[in-house]
């Protein structure tokens, strides 16, 4: 069972930038997509990004388009979400998942086809 465990969270100015880490351990990710999820106060969990599993495609949810950007390292078994012109509106949680299926990047949008979910590194913008 992969375990997966974000960080970089913390309190930032509107206008600021985070990178968020999310590391696995016990398994292998080298063959899975990997999304990342928020979830603020009070809101549904939204999609915020998802990175397939070669690495070579990216999709972001519109709020993140031009602002986020997600890379991986499978040598580190890490999976990076860049996050830059930080607005109050990106305060949640935020949790990285990875797929169920190997070498499959349908459906990255939907929170069912994740199996590992990490317990979420806090995100607070400042205005």
């Known amino acids: 069972q992969v375990q997966l465990v974000e960080s970089g969270g913390g309190l930032v100015q509107a206008g600021g930038s985070l990178r968020l880490s999310c590391a696995a351990s016990?398994?292998?990710?080298?063959?899975?997509?990997m999304g990342w999820f928020r979830q603020a106060p009070g809101k549904e969990r939204e999609f915020v990004g998802a990175i397939s599993w070669s690495g070579g495609t990216t999709t972001y949810a519109d709020a993140g388009k031009g602002r986020f950007t997600i890379t991986r390292d499978n040598i580190k078994r890490t999976v990076y979400l860049q996050m830059n012109s930080l607005t109050a509106e990106d305060t949640a949680i935020y949790h990285c998942a990875s797929k169920r299926a190997r070498w499959d990047d349908l459906n990255l949008r939907s929170p069912f086809v994740y199996a590992n979910w990490g317990q979420g590194t806090q995100v607070t913008v400042s205005s």
């Open positions: 016990g398994g292998s990710i080298s063959y899975n997509a």
